[in-house]
Nanobody
Framework: VQLVESGGGLVQPGGSLRLSCAASGFPFSSAALSWYRQAPGKERELVASISGAGGNTNYADSVKDRFTISRDNANNTVYLQMHSLKPEDTAVYHC???????????????WGQGTQVTVSS
């Protein structure tokens, strides 16, 4: 199982970025995926999640109406479109999936290496 994020960078407040997570090694369309973020000195927090078929999404209150999670099951990729970025969105963003429903034995939790998003003027 591999999750490889890309698309991070430095952006000014109010700007936009789109993160991508390319997945392999599991039946992608059957697995929910999530984006988490971790800022320095803070705990990792759930940003957004999406069901396998893409019909159900959930967002942290702090990013609702600014971020959109989506997926392309034909290309095994999940996206996080971020608009109206704020300095407090600065963090390392990680892609995550739990494969417990698809596998009889652990490991079930898989994380990508993360991509840095910095929002600063």
């Amino acid at each position: 199982v591999q999750l490889v994020e890309s698309g991070g960078g430095l952006v000014q407040p109010g700007g936009s970025l789109r993160l991508s997570c390319a997945a392999s090694g599991f039946p992608f369309s059957s697995a929910a995926l999530s984006w988490y973020r971790q800022a320095p000195g803070k705990e990792r927090e759930l940003v957004a999640s999406i069901s396998g078929a893409g019909g159900n999404t959930n967002y942290a209150d702090s990013v609702k109406d600014r971020f959109t999670i989506s997926r392309d099951n034909a290309n095994n990729t999940v996206y996080l479109q971020m608009h109206s970025l704020k300095p407090e969105d600065t963090a390392v963003y990680h892609c995550y999936t739990n494969l417990r429903r698809l596998r009889g034995r652990p490991p079930w939790d898989y994380w990508g290496q993360g991509t840095q998003v910095t929002v600063s003027s």
